[in-house]
């Protein structure tokens, strides 16, 4: 496709997936006749998956992100549903980066067409594509709309307000932002912002958080994301996932137990490591084996991956502890994960969990590889209902 031309559209459910040389966070909105959303419901993004009709597909660093639209449970009065992309890390371009959207038959994957916006520059963020309602026929049209503030930007130009974690006293409204690359027929018409727009929860910035191991020891918090890049070079070799507990004061002896989930491209299960399968993926991952107690000072269960040897369909990896003595984390002191280097025994990051519920699972932290190679690791701390590992593998691709 190019800037302008539109398709018909032969199916109902549709998936545009915008892929890129570096990570991007795909969005989608969906708007009424006078280009505007109707509510914070109608911003589908990472923080808010779901939609009437709309959905958000995260890759994982591993695959395009993803929105699909059902056109059947489209609301009445939704005519457009805009697919918008930025760069994960902040504050990046797309100069130099080709973008290419692919819409999909959401059913059977099959290629309806593609689509990569041409010179792009200084936008930190685009209108890839958008799907819409003429004459009563769903068409999908190439965009290609850039603008220089980012996913806020294009939020604020449809009609929603982003609120920003510590805004400037008295500080002038936001401005309509500037289209930079307008497609070359048949542009979006938008009118100004309303007097009052509705308003979504404040997100965490793409990419904002994630650093390297340049500086030595990264502590974690939930969420936070570390690229396992020392010196400018991926971390090519073995490390070591440790994962200690404590009983809680003057408690009994918990019986908990460290586990990694890999998984393929497509959140698929491929293996798990833990107490009862001490080595998986031709000995790439190891298991130290099981720890009754929790008692003692220093890791109680070691895992140790070897990247470099890791298949090439094993895109994610998921750390996870249970309880499988059925006691709540409530009654754990002391949850930790640390990453450490295996040749040195040098601690590359640390997540401490905090902040316990009564739940006995919980995710740790994940590893994903990312299109370049390298893999970044994320604490996650999110609890779940399940004994075993066997039970932690749904719960664990979801979070992918």
């Known amino acids: 496709m190019t800037p302008g031309s539109n398709i018909a559209l032969s199916t109902a459910r549709v998936t545009v997936d915008v892929a890129a040389p570096v990570r991007l966070d795909v969005s989608g909105l969906l708007l009424t006749a006078d280009g505007k959303v109707r509510s914070d419901d109608d911003f589908i ?55 290419t959207a692919t819409i999909r038959n959401a059913d059977d994957n ?33 965009v290609g709309q850039g603008y220089a503030n980012g996913l806020a930007g294009i939020a604020t130009d449809f009609g929603v307000t982003v609120e920003e974690p510590a805004p400037a006293p008295a500080a002038p409204p936001m401005a309509p ?35 390297n191991l340049d500086k030595g020891r990264v502590s974690l918090q939930k969420n936070q994301t570390v690229s396992l890049v020392k010196g400018g070079s991926p971390l090519l070799s073995q490390v070591q996932m440790g994962l200690g507990w404590e009983p809680a004061f ?27 399968k001490l080595s998986i993926l031709n000995g790439a991952v190891k298991h130290s084996g099981d720890n009754l107690t929790g008692e003692g000072g220093g890791d109680d269960e070691v895992i140790m991956v070897d990247l470099g040897r890791l298949p090439q369909e094993v895109t994610g990896l998921v750390f996870t502890v249970n309880s499988f003595s059925g006691q709540k984390f409530t009654e754990v002191a002391k949850a930790y994960c640390r990453l450490m280097d295996a040749a040195t025994g040098e601690e590359l990051v640390r997540f401490d969990l905090t902040n316990a519920e009564p739940q006995t699972g ?27 590992v066997r039970n932690m593998v749904k719960p664990a691709a979801e979070a992918l």
Request: proline share 12%; hydrophobic share 35%.
């Open 110 to 142: 099959s290629v309806l067409a593609t689509f990569t916006p041409p010179q792009l520059g200084t936008e930190t963020a685009l209108v890839v594509v958008e799907v819409y309602l003429r004459n009563g026929a769903w068409k999908a049209r190439a």
């Open 177 to 211: 932002p500037q289209p930079m690359t307008q497609s070359m027929t048949q542009p979006s018409t938008v009118p100004p912002p309303p007097t009052a727009p509705p308003t979504v929860p404040a997100a965490p910035a793409p990419g904002a958080g994630k650093i």
């Open 45 to 99: 993004f990472y923080n808010q998956p779901q939609g009437p009709g709309v959905t958000y597909r995260s890759g994982g660093g591993t695959a395009p992100d993803a929105i699909t639209v059902d056109t059947a449970a489209v609301p009445p009065g939704i005519e457009k549903i805009v697919v918008t992309a930025s760069p994960d890390a902040a504050g990046q371009t797309f100069q130099g980066i080709e973008p």
């Open 250 to 276: 003057r408690g009994k002896n918990i019986d908990l137990d460290a586990s990694v989930i890999a998984y393929g491209p497509q959140r698929n299960h491929i293996d798990s490591c833990y107490f009862g």
């Open 362 to 388: 919980v995710l740790m932290a994940k590893l994903v590889r990312q299109y370049s190679g390298e893999w970044d690791m994320t604490a996650m701390g999110d609890f779940v209902k399940a004994r075993t």
